[in-house]
């Protein structure tokens, strides 16, 4: 019997800007209200990232982190993942801080140094504009996201090995699984291994359906009956790549960090918007989704 579907929602990430989309969570107090009515609507893993309350800018503060996971944790039951990726202008220690502090079940962790383009964003007309906005979004051009050998292995560390976190190994090409299966040689990394595949990101593996065949077969390669996937499809790849995902016998991950919008054209007023859609979706695959127990059970997370 196929595995229920365990859906991720990745609630505002630190890629898009505040005046992309008015509907994008920035305060901890939005971000709560919107990572709980994506839990009560379906989402088993919820990834996380803070944002300056009065900017939106991308901010790794744990006390920031701090004023909405207790509110998320009383209200659901929800797998809580705190992003590792930070934004663009934080250091790695800047980056896992908040991981460190909240010992989370699930962290994410990015399996290597790669160009990372925002820049098609550049184009945009926005309605306003923050004063960071369009410098943030120049920067971009030449933004290296920086996960070295010991970057990775500091996070294996301080989070895994410290804290009993387990990861959402994020990969953006091929050559990240081979990084991935290196760490499990070394005896650093054990399964259940529950990757994302990341395609559609400028720098990444392009989101062509091939492209994520070909992931899913280096992964049986390396990893046999040791992992679980997901897959995450840059904007308007979302929902294709995550059907794709379903129907081939992995995870789903939706949300306003990955795809502003819920269909051509119309932004998405909401994370819990694209959970009902996917949601939809798999129920018309005859596939079920997984609870956040469910989820803990499939991939060993310490609850
Ligand atoms: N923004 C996504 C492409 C992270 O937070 O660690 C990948 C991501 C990275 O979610
Ligand atoms: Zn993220």
Redesign the pocket.
Known sequence: MADKVIITC?VT???HTPSMSRYLPITPDEIAEQAIAAANAGAAIL?L?ARDPKTGFPAPDPALFMQFLPRIKDATDAVINI????GMTMTVEQ?IQAAQQAAPEM????LGTMN?GLFPALNRKTEWQYDWEPEFLENSRDFV?KNTFSDIEIMLAKLGEANGTRF?F?C?DVGHLYTLAHYVDRGLVKGPIFL?F?LG?LG?IGADPENLIHMKATADRLFGDQYRFSV?G?GRHQIPFATMSASMGGHV?VGL??NLYIRKGELAQNNAEQVFKIREILAGLNLEIATPDEARAMLGLKG
């Open positions: 990745a990430g630190s890629v990834h990232h992003s590792t990726g930070g980056r962290a994410s962790l990015n990372f996201f959402e994020e953006y994302q990341v990101i990444g995450l840059a991950r960090e990955d």
